[in-house]
């Protein structure tokens, strides 16, 4: 069975422009977060979806926002980047609310 | 507020020692623990989980302890391989269970 896929691995973009992440959790999990990392530092939770609904969201700007889609993948969406966005952008799915959380291998983007 | 954090940075072993690596959380509230493994350029690996109902979970080579008392978790990895060195993160969920809060992580490095 595939693991949690995310697209694009990597991602280059300029200040001021608009990125989107993709995320396919586990067949079967229903619950998406994602979680930015920084060089040198553990994740910081961004957001949480289960059954395509948002059910946490950390602190991060409201330049960042997600969805989750019927088929449970989801998008990252980060508006007006700024260099300081520039991190691993992970995603994580899991069966329900609080049970095993697995990983992506992550979308590293660096902004210009 | 929530945080979980690592007593040590970094820890250095032979080949076929144990390792212990520990972690202190501060929120008593939280109930769910899971430790992850990092290696270079990739997402953090489920290792094993734990909740506060327990003091004691076994892996495959692995250990988690959960001291409820002084909020203390450690990870213990029996014959340490040179395929554990990693960087380890442990993880609390929040209150609400939808955020996992990590720690600054421990850089494991296994000499043969």
């Known amino acids: 069975d595939a693991g949690v896929t995310q697209s694009p691995t990597h991602l280059i973009k300029t200040r001021g422009q608009h990125v989107t992440l993709r995320c396919s959790p586990i067949s079967g999990h229903k619950s998406v977060s994602w979680y930015q990392q920084v060089l040198g530092q553990g994740p910081q939770f961004i957001f949480q979806?289960?059954?395509?609904?948002?059910?946490g969201r950390g602190n991060f700007p409201d330049r960042f926002s997600a969805r989750q889609f019927p088929n449970y993948s989801s998008e990252l969406n980060v508006n007006a980047l700024l260099l300081g966005d520039s991190a691993l952008y992970l995603c994580?799915?899991?069966?329900?609310?609080?049970?095993?959380?697995?990983f992506g291998q992550g979308t590293r983007l660096t902004v210009v | 507020g929530e945080s979980v954090g690592l007593h040590l940075p970094t820890l250095s072993v032979q080949e076929g020692d144990n390792s212990i690596i520990n972690c202190a959380y501060s929120n008593s509230a939280s109930d769910y623990f899971i430790w992850y493994k990092q290696e270079s350029g990739k997402g953090p690996q489920f290792i094993i989980d734990i909740r506060s109902n327990m003091d004691k979970r076994q892996g495959q080579r692995v250990t988690v302890l959960l001291n409820k008392t002084v909020k203390h978790l450690s990870l213990q990895i029996a014959a340490t391989q040179p395929g554990d060195s990693a960087v380890y993160f442990c993880?609390?969920?929040?209150?609400?269970?939808?955020?996992?809060?990590f720690g600054k992580g421990t850089t494991l490095s296994v000499s043969s």
């Open positions: 994580a799915s899991s069966l329900y609310l609080q049970t095993e959380a697995f």
């Open positions: 979806y289960y059954e395509k609904e948002e059910r």
């Open positions: 993880a609390e969920a929040d209150q609400a269970g939808t955020a996992l809060i």
